[in-house]
């Protein structure tokens, strides 16, 4: 156990404005998961919260509503949804990454594009989980469901999950990815595909995670932040100048690729 992909270097795309960076992604996951639904495969997406990720997929919404994609919705049947991480919340409350996400864009999926409700993958609500650990272990167990040992590389083989296309990630201005906090030991975990935060220094305090390996076991992992206040933490982990315990975003790789979606004041402290 705790065998690592091999990740590529992060590229960086620099954007005006939180919409322009927002409406791009969201024409780029399309465009991904458009291609890879064509393959006749099981596709699998890792959703981020926070104000640009649910921004992400208000303009994804808005791109299919408004027939800019410019080409057909293909047949959703074997997209699968999953998320970077989540708030031990009651289930409907509107704090949480699934719920948000629901309102933006999963509800508009179900009810006109055929995406079947059962391939959304929320991780459990405090109804469902006694515990960050139980809730944990229970989205571990929904993964394995899905995983596909024998075309995997060692790290999924170990984890038992399944091959994400895209992995999505906000960074907070502390370098936190996903519920990997600076500090904490989840940062370091390799056995195991999610980690439960008890303590998190953000608010709540209870939080499911991903695992860094399952991160970087991905095919693309597209991190996507704005704000000057995140400018510090953009830089820090860009550089990588700093281990994973103290900026988690460092960690933000994938195997093919690696991009960090930026607006302007979050690459405000970036060489040029």
């Not at 031990?88 to 508009?108: F, H, I, K, S, V």
């Not at 109804?127 to 075309?151: H, K």
């Not at 999950?161 to 940062?187: Q, T």
Request: glycine residues 8%; proline residues 7%; negative net charge.
């Amino acid at each position: 156990m705790g065998s690592q992909s091999v990740t590529t270097d992060p590229v960086t795309a620099v954007y005006p404005d939180k919409a322009q960076l927002c409406d791009d992604v969201a024409a780029k996951l399309l465009d991904v998961i458009t291609s890879e639904l064509a393959s006749e495969r099981l596709v699998h997406v890792a959703l981020t919260g926070g104000s640009v990720g649910i921004g992400v997929l208000a303009a994804l919404s808005s791109r299919l509503e408004g027939g800019a994609s410019g080409r057909r919705v293909p047949d959703l049947a074997t997209l699968h949804i999953w998320w970077g991480d989540e708030r031990l919340l009651p289930e409907r409350d509107t704090e949480r990454n699934a719920q948000q996400a629901t309102d933006a864009l999963l509800d508009g999926l179900v009810e006109s594009y055929g995406l079947p409700a059962e391939n959304i993958h929320a991780m459990p609500s405090s109804e469902d989980a006694a515990s960050p650990e139980v809730g944990a272990q229970q989205y571990a167990e929904e993964l394995a469901r899905y995983a596909s040992d024998a075309d995997a590389d060692a790290t999924r083989r170990d984890l038992h999950i399944p091959e994400f296309s895209v992995v999505l990630l906000g960074v907070g201005p502390d370098g936190h990815i996903a519920s990997l906090f600076p500090g904490k030991d989840s940062v370091a975990v390799t056995d195991a595909p999610t980690v439960g935060e008890e303590d998190s220094p953000k608010p709540p305090p209870e939080r499911v995670s991903l695992t860094v390996p399952v991160i970087q076991s991905s095919r693309r992992v597209w991190t996507v932040v704005a704000g000057g206040d995140k400018a510090e933490a953009v830089a820090a982990a860009l550089s990588a100048q700093m281990p994973a315990a103290q900026i988690p975003a460092v960690t933000a790789r994938g195997r093919d690729e690696s991009l960090w979606h930026l607006d302007s004041g979050a690459a405000s402290l970036l060489s040029r």
